[in-house]
């Protein structure tokens, strides 16, 4: 006690004789008072001149109990949560849910651009590989069209679902529009990744040959990519379907001149094209398709043309519809040649002459059409399998030939087969009409090599290390 019968409040009033100093507390005591220092203070409360002076609680663990970074304040002390953090009362710290969401957001940032920039450069490494390994400096030496990935990814709308025009066993096709080419559509066959002994190391020659026909009674095949494992081909746009649906699933009268019409087409285009060598390996009415003018054009040479010789039987093998076109010889030798393409096309005179498909059910058991066609010619009874009547007498004469060049096409033995040559030059006999234009070889004009040069985009630096002998390419699906 420092002043009897003195309260704080009066002491307080006479500054001269208050004995409390700075920081400090007056609290009355008995019948006097006395002074005591402010918590987080300490020292002589009574001092005027100092007073109690700041206890540091940071330096003093018994103190202070925080969690995370003590900081000092006048008569007090704050505890400071680190990153993620939060205070949880005065001294304790808990884990903030931003404190969580902002590390791993950055981490899975960064490793995003970390990975999209490795798979950026990856790709664009595979992409010269699979250029190189594809013949791409032998295609560039000839001016042949090579479309960049990319272009065609746009052209087909990344390959959606809405432009395909079909699926097979070795990939999918789909309709696409290049629009720096006066918006021209086209037909994408994007392959599917296949096995490697399949590879035809021989394909770019025989590709360029193709490439560089003109006939008219076949696909255009407008260009190739490279970019990917397997080449991706592009052709022209066929609109008006396939001939396969003209005789099946068309209810209107096929006239006899239409029907002349088609078969002499089609064999002066495999004659055009066996005489380059190159054989079809598929040939069937889905495979025949029919432009806006009902002229023939045969798709899926390339196909045949990518893989190799000894495996390209695959091609027909491998679709339930196409086995009945298949040359029983290859089912001894393994090989589809020449002849084979034959006795598939004798299998589509057959499909043409009958309108009717080449297994059939009749009073519940199956009847093999092109059997009871071959019997019908032999035993000179047409008329069972085909249907005369409207015929002039002209035009029968013309179905009896047509039907005997059939059944020599559908000799089993291939050697007793005429060659497709000798096969349109009877047909061509038969309907001079259907002859046409002769088909030549022509090189590409002046305007396509500009537009050719637009779809490389390989400078000469990115081909300069293009230095391998071209090796490696798998074919890919025909439009089937």
Known sequence: M???NVTCWQAQQNNASYACGGNTTCKNFGLGYRCVCNNGYEGNPYNREVGCTDINECKDKKINKCQGKCKNTLGSYECQ????????????????????AVPVLAISFFGMTMTASVSFTMRVRLKRINFRRNGGEFFLDRKVRIFPELKLAKATNSYDYHNKLGNGCFGSVHK?????????????????????SL???DFQRELEILMKTRCKNVVKLKGICLE???????????????????????????SWEQRFKIATEAALALKHMHSKTICHGNI????????????????DFGTSVLMSPKHRHIVANQKEDSSGYIDPEYLITRMLKTESDVYSFGVVLVELLTRKKL????????????????SSVKGNTLSDVIDFEGASEDEVGKVRSMAEIAVRCLDPSGVNRPTMSEVADQLVSINP??????????????????????????????????KEATSSCLFCLGLD
């Open 433 to 466: 009409s259907s002859k046409g234009e002769e088909n030549e070889d022509l090189e590409e004009d002046n305007e396509n090599l500009e537009e050719d040069n637009e779809d490389q985009e390989w400078d000469p630096e990115n081909v300069s290390c293009l």
């Open 228 to 254: 990917t494992k397997i080449p991706s081909l592009v052709y022209e746009y066929i609109p008006n379907g396939t001939l396969f649906q003209l005789i099946h699933q068309n209810e209107l009268t096929i």
């Open 2 to 4: 420092v002043e009897p």
């Open 199 to 201: 590879i035809n190391k």
């Open 176 to 196: 696409g529009t290049l629009e720096k080419h006066r918006d021209t559509v086209v037909v994408v066959k994007k392959p599917k990744d296949v096995d490697k």
């Open 81 to 100: 949560c680190g990153l993620g953090r939060k205070r949880r009362g005065k001294e304790r710290c808990k884990v903030s849910p931003w404190g969580v």
């Open 359 to 374: 297994y059939v059910i009749e009073s519940k058991k199956p009847i093999n059409t092109v059997h009871c066609f071959i």
């Open 284 to 299: 069937k009415s889905a495979n025949i398709l029919l432009d806006q003018n009902n002229s023939v054009k045969i798709s």
